[in-house]
């Protein structure tokens, strides 16, 4: 049995959840959030907590039941307190700003690379060499935070680059000195 798949999603207060055949919405004060459950997943509401239930012991049945609960735990998370991820510059002259909606990275290259927000995604620059990415859905927010670490990842000699906060460079030895 699934540990996380039978574990009740509790409703906070000011979050609606609505069941409309295998479509799911859900509404709270961040925001409006609708995923399409598989059609074998099946999905009960009772009082301020919603239950996921499986038809049978294979194989698919299980392995749907932990990521639909999941997915819609998320879902419930995101839009009554979003989710953040922060990223960190780390070299000399590389920084972040905001120009309008953009954000702007001075990463090293010859030229400054720019990154337009997603849809339903919000950056700050509280610091030059900080960027939080906040939003509603949790995997629009990673997926936006592991594009911009991508721009230049963190390398394990000196640890220059875009690293997630909490992060940790495995640092390498540089060249042996001449003798």
């Given at each position: 049995m699934s540990r996380i798949?039978?574990?009740?999603?509790?409703?906070p207060t000011g979050v609606e959840f609505i069941i409309d055949g295998n479509k799911?919405?859900?509404?709270?004060?961040k925001g409006e959030l609708s995923w399409d459950v598989p059609a074998d997943i099946g999905l009960v509401q009772e009082g301020n907590q919603i239950l996921v239930t499986r038809p049978s012991d294979n194989k698919k049945h299980r392995s749907l039941h932990g990521l639909?609960?999941?997915?819609?735990?998320?879902?419930?998370?995101?839009v009554s307190n979003g989710f953040e991820k922060k990223l960190e510059l780390v070299g000399v002259g590389y920084r972040a700003q905001m120009?309008?909606?953009?954000l702007v990275i001075t990463a090293?290259?010859?030229h400054p690379v720019e990154v337009e927000a997603p849809e339903?995604?919000?950056?700050?620059?509280?610091?030059v060499n900080r960027i939080n990415i906040k939003g509603i859905d949790k995997q629009l927010v990673g997926n936006t935070a592991a594009?911009?670490?991508?721009?230049r990842k963190p390398e394990p000699y000196k640890g220059k680059g875009i690293k997630y906060e909490n992060e940790r460079i495995r640092r390498k030895a540089g060249k042996a000195g001449a003798k």
């Open positions: 798949g039978k574990k009740p999603i509790s409703l799911v919405t859900v509404k709270g004060p639909s609960r999941a997915l819609i735990a998320n879902m419930v998370e995101g120009q309008g909606t953009k090293g290259y010859s339903g995604i919000e950056f700050e620059v509280p610091a594009h911009i670490r991508a721009i």
